[in-house]
Each structure stands twice: as structure tokens, then as C-alpha cells.
């Protein structure tokens, strides 16, 4: 994977971030979901870097990115999840940048779009709704499909330790579940074998707990807070999502979005369910290039 892509641990603004980088133009930065790492963006990423500055980087507590102490979240706040990421790209040179994100990618994006939008130039969030209207929607459907939102945030130690048990088969049976056709067939081998890899060891589990502890308390309430005093994403944005995504089967993607855009808003459906870049790459990377060029 990701041949001809330079490898740097970079500082963040709280942790140590793991990145992958190449490509020469205007520099675009990828930042990959649950339970994932930045191993999802390696089908679109050297295309992508035929005409921007690529930057994959693995989230704090993912991947190969460092994982902070934390016990309720307070260190998973996609507030604090952003601030890495913009810290990063200046420590890269890049003050202000194009950024993709997908699932909780796509949360840490949209969260950076609205604390700084002095660095975002463009948008795209790949198969997510924002924070609070996922949990104003929050029915018994939506509980028993989205079960993970509430499992993941219980307190520490019960998910660790049950995840801990068997955490390939639990990394398995997620990505499987949220595909189309309920298998990892999607998943190339190489990334397949680096989220087991990654996924597979007690930091990552805590980590990934801890990143859905803030999701259920800290991050909705910066969404409320910003929903309250008006505050939106200023940059344009693209909203992509999987015909048989978790937003397609809640209602109008598109619709759930437009309360929180200011500024030009665009969407695009692809194939497949939850994971876009692996499910649909010519699509999803047809639609990239269209909205970042």
C-alpha cells in the first residue's frame, strides 16, 4: 500500500500523529473512520496525489497515531481530535488545506471546519451525519443498528474488556455488517490486515472507546452549543454517502446537513453501504475530484 508515499510521525496538539504523504498542488488531508486507520484511503490516495499534496494521517489513538491517557473521553473530543490535525499541517507546512473525512474522520473534519475556518478551503464528509442530529434521531432502529454508539460509550472498563476478548472477530463482524453485502470482500488485504494489526491491541480498543465516550457527551455538546449561537461550516461542502449507508437508510443525507453549511452545499450517492472508498472508489474518487479541483 501507498508505494512512493513518504511516512512521518508528525507533532499534533496533543499527540503524535502518524502520516503518510505525497503528491505535489494544493495540499489535501484524508482522515479515515471507525474501526479503521488511514489504511482506507490507499485505493484513492496516489490518484488523488496525481493532483494534490495527499496527506493521510491516522487519529489519535488509531493506527499508528499516539493514544493520549483518558478515562471519560475528555482527550478523544473531536475538538481536540482537530487540533492535531490542523497543528500537523502547519507542522507540514500547510496553513490552510482541503479536507476529506470519513465517519469519525468526517466528525473530527466538520468539528475543525467549525473551530477553524481560517484552514479549511473545502469539505468532504464520506457517509456521516452530524454529531447532535444523530443523536435527535436516535429511535429503537437507530439503537439497534447504531448499538455500537452506545456500547462503545459505556464506562471503562466493560467494552474493553469485552472487545478485548476477541477483537478480530469484533473488527471483523463491524466492517462486515455495515457493508452492502455483509462481508470484508470490499476491504483490500493489505488494509485489512493493518486494521486487524492495529485494531488488535488494548490502547487501540481503549482508544476507540474513549473516541465514542466523547461522541456521547463532549462533542455533542459542542454541537449544541454551536447549533445554539449559530455557528456553521463556512467552507463549501460535499457530502457523499452509500446508497445503503447508515444517513441513506435515516432519511434525506443532504437535508441533515443543510442546517449546519453556510456556505455552498453539495452531495453525491455511491454504491454500496457504510465504507465509500472501498465499496465505490471510482465514484467516491470521481467525486472528490470534481469538488476539491
Known sequence: ?????????????????????????????????????????????????????????????????????????????????????????????????????????????????????????????????????????????????????TFLAQPNPLPERL????????LDHTLASWTANHSTSAFAPDALAEYRRAFNRPEAIHAACEDYRAGATIDREHDEADRREGRRIAAPTLVIWGAEGTPAKSGDPLAAWRPWVSGELSGREVPGGHFVAEEAPEETLEALLAFFA
Not at 64 to 80: C, F, I, L, N
Not at 114 to 119: A, F, G, I, K, M
Not at 163 to 170: L, M, S, T
Open 1 to 149: 500500500m501507498f508505494e512512493g508515499f513518504e511516512t512521518r510521525i508528525v507533532p499534533g496538539a496533543g499527540a503524535d500523529i502518524f502520516c503518510r504523504i505525497a503528491g505535489s498542488g494544493p495540499p489535501l488531508l484524508a482522515l479515515h473512520g471507525y474501526p479503521q486507520t488511514g489504511a482506507m484511503w490507499a485505493g484513492l490516495a496516489p490518484r488523488l496525489a496525481e493532483r494534490f499534496t495527499v496527506v493521510v494521517a491516522d487519529l489519535r489513538g488509531y493506527g499508528q497515531s499516539a493514544p493520549p491517557d483518558s478515562r471519560s473521553g475528555e482527550h478523544y473530543a473531536k475538538r481536540s481530535m482537530g487540533n492535531d490535525m490542523a497543528a500537523a499541517m502547519r507542522e507540514l507546512g500547510h496553513e490552510r488545506f482541503r479536507l476529506a473525512g470519513h465517519d469519525r474522520g468526517g466528525r473530527v473534519a466538520y468539528r475543525l471546519a467549525l473551530d477553524h475556518p481560517e484552514v479549511v478551503e473545502r469539505l468532504a464528509v464520506l457517509d456521516v451525519a452530524p454529531t447532535a442530529a444523530m443523536w435527535d434521531g436516535f429511535d429503537a432502529a437507530r439503537a439497534l443498528s447504531s448499538y455500537h454508539w
Open 163 to 170: 472487545i478485548g476478548a476477541d477483537p478480530v472477530f469484533y
